[in-house]
């Protein structure tokens, strides 16, 4: 299983955009690049997956470039509703995977 | 349509004895994963369970066990329970030939071991 590496933690402000970048320099051919929000006592809940280039959905974008060896979530206009903890896992995503968590990226927005 | 229920939410025990918790998965799901995590850590895998077997296991011992029923549903035991034992319990949901792999996790058991 490929290792992530994200920063621990990240501030920023209402209104701005905020990219959360994770390493995986051991992503394996078959592995999809997954991101996960936590909020404090809730399970974590999918946010956006993506192989290769870019995907977007009404909740974030992840850009992977081409090497895949690392990918970027960026959340538009956060909020202070999207203070959480961001996870970004690399896997197989086919049937007996184990989704694996690493420690995550706090994110605190501020007013 | 009812997402991934878990029960007890909340329990606390004391060292030594042994505990079990609960997990209905998401309406049309057939694989239940089961995570443990502690506070600020982010969740560690224990195992998954699919057509009633374990499929997959992580780095814990053998005082953790599972089983899955027919109907899906799971049930984490863990005995001769210990300090260190005292986390969020969670339970993840998701469809085994699924091509996303979306976990679906419940509220979570929040363990406490005196």
């Known amino acids: 299983l490929a290792k992530t590496t994200q920063p621990i933690s990240m501030d920023s402000y209402e209104g701005q955009e905020v990219n959360i970048t994770c390493s995986h320099n051991?992503?394996?051919?078959?592995?999809?690049i997954t991101w996960y929000q936590q909020f404090p006592s809730q399970g974590p809940r999918f946010i956006i997956q993506?192989?290769?280039t870019k995907v977007t959905n009404e909740v974030a974008s992840l850009f992977i470039p081409a090497d895949r060896k690392s990918s970027t979530l960026s959340l538009p206009r956060v909020s202070l509703s999207d203070t959480a903890v961001y996870y970004c896992l690399v896997g197989d995503r086919t049937g007996g995977f184990k989704t694996i968590f690493g420690a995550g990226t706090r994110l605190f927005v501020k007013a | 349509d009812a997402g991934v229920t878990q029960s007890p939410t909340h329990l606390i025990k004391t060292r030594g004895q042994q505990v079990t918790l609960r997990c209905s998965p998401k309406?049309?799901?057939?694989?239940v994963s089961w995570y443990q995590q502690a506070l600020g850590q982010g969740p560690q895998f224990i195992f998954q369970y699919y057509e009633e077997e374990e499929r997959q296991r992580g780095n814990f011992p053998d005082r953790f066990s599972g089983h899955q029923f027919p109907n899906y549903s799971s049930e984490l035991n863990v005995n001769a329970l210990l300090l260190g034992d005292s986390a969020l319990y969670l339970c993840?949901?998701?469809?085994?030939?699924?091509?996303?792999?979306?976990?679906?996790f419940g509220e979570g058991s929040r363990l406490t071991v005196l």
């Open positions: 309406s049309g799901h057939d694989t």
């Open positions: 993840a949901s998701s469809l085994w030939g699924s091509n996303t792999g979306e976990l679906f």
């Open positions: 993506g192989y290769k």
């Open positions: 051991n992503i394996a051919t078959n592995d999809y």
